[in-house]
């Protein structure tokens, strides 16, 4: 077995590359040509590997599959063209009206948002605080098929109970989706809690340059999917482990239509070359400046799984290679957030996370502003809160910047 970054490196050259290249070039094509049309019809029916039609299947594209898959111990991954297009197909594929899911209360603003749009239209869906597996359990209806959470909370940094939900899925044989974005494969594997399907923003820390979208989904191989009922006949052959990946596939991707551009593909995939060397960076510098932050008095709460006070620290610890590179903080209420931010000079004020730059955005005021003031304090999302992607900045400028816009913001 090689080690994570020699294999992600290597993954494409492994497989015969045109020419001798090192990296899988760009295919921009969209339709594929046969000498016969009886292997044109095969390829179609699914009796023939081969490549049918760009919004399905690219040469580029599933080179990157392949590099996904590798990364996160899994059977088979499907690229998407953002990490929304990977949620939103996933539930259109594998769930209909009157079925019933579980999620995290704690998600993503977006995801929070499309989940609510599916349950207009007939998936119900029960948000439920996700650290403790009991409140999954208890929300568990006989027409669940489903449960959704994701490792590490954006922004308030809560930890789910991983492993106790995958076996309380295991149990009762439902699909467990975790999304792995916020600790990508380098810091933890869902494979390892029993996971059925894993969910990456190819955005994030995968791709890590903010240059490009992309979304993917893996199957890890632990769900049966023979027993799920919402499995078309069409996709019931073959390998039964990928039955559920083959109807998101064939059935979502087509229908849906959220593909991945063999551009896109490529970024991502010399991104993910350098994840584990990136993060290692971050990380670091994500605890340096979570201690900073924690001690300075214009700061009321700092919300990092990485300090010993955070409520999820042991869980962390035992789950992941280190507790991530976003963190965010509440100010004193005598300091104006928009004053402090505007006092920041290396660090940017943008959205997007696991950028190589580090970011800050003022959490209600922007990517959670449509949810309103009462879904936001159910999340514990403050005013003043401030979440920072941490990048792979010196940390001696961040630390800088950050004491240089807070004692400046108290002095007024």
């Known amino acids: 077995m090689r080690g994570f970054t020699t294999t992600i490196v290597h993954a494409d050259r492994l497989n015969a590359i045109e020419h001798g290249s090192l990296h899988k070039p760009i295919h921009a094509n969209v339709a594929y040509g046969y000498a016969d049309a009886r292997d044109l019809a095969a390829v179609f029916q699914g009796r023939q590997r081969g490549y049918s039609y760009g919004r399905q299947i690219n040469p580029t594209v599933e080179a990157l599959e392949h590099k996904i898959s590798e990364m996160e111990a899994g059977v088979a991954s499907v690229c998407f063209a953002t990490g929304m297009g990977a949620i939103g197909t996933l539930l259109f594929s594998l769930l209909k009206a009157g079925d019933h899911f579980v999620s995290s ?32 359990g208890n929300a568990i209806t006989p027409r669940t098929r489903l449960v959704f959470v994701e490792t590490i909370a954006n922004p308030r ?19 467990y989706v975790v999304d792995n974005t916020m600790t990508s494969p380098y810091l933890f594997r869902p494979v390892d809690v029993d996971a059925s399907l894993v969910v990456n923003s190819l955005t994030k820390y995968i791709g890590g340059h903010g240059n490009v979208l992309g979304g993917a989904l893996t199957e890890v191989g632990n769900f049966d999917w023979s027993a799920f009922p919402n499995i078309d006949p069409t996709y019931r052959s073959g390998d039964a482990r990928l039955w559920g990946l083959t109807q998101v596939k064939k ?5 849906f239509g959220a593909a991945m551009s063999p551009e896109s593909a490529h970024h991502v995939a010399i991104g993910a070359e350098t994840l584990a060397l990136r993060l290692e960076r971050q990380c670091a510098n994500s605890m340096a400046l979570a201690t900073l932050l924690a001690e ?20 962390a610890k035992a789950l992941f290679r280190h507790p991530g590179a976003l963190l965010s903080f509440e100010l004193d209420s005598s300091i104006d957030v928009f004053e402090f931010l505007n006092r920041l000079q290396v660090i940017v004020k943008s959205s997007n996370l696991g950028d190589n730059r580090t970011l800050a955005i003022p959490v209600a005021h922007t990517i959670y502003y449509e949810m309103g003031a009462q879904r936001r304090a159910s999340m514990g999302i403050d005013d003043s809160l401030i979440r920072i992607s941490v990048g792979i900045e010196d940390i001696d400028d961040l630390v800088a910047d950050l004491e240089m816009a807070l004692e400046g913001s108290r002095s007024r």
Not at 251 to 255: A, E, I, M, S
Not at 296 to 310: A, M
């Open 157 to 175: 940094t809560q930890v789910t109970d991983l492993a106790a939900i995958g076996r309380l899925c295991r149990e009762h044989g439902l699909v």
């Open 296 to 315: 300075r008095e214009e700061v009321r709460k700092v919300y990092y799984p990485g300090l010993t006070d955070h409520p999820e620290y042991d869980r």
């Open 251 to 255: 059935k979502g991707l087509r229908d």
């Open 105 to 136: 209360s704690f998600l993503f603003g977006n995801t929070n948002s499309l989940f609510n749009s599916f349950a207009a239209h007939g998936v119900d869906v029960t948000f439920v605080d996700a650290t403790d597996a009991r409140e999954v």
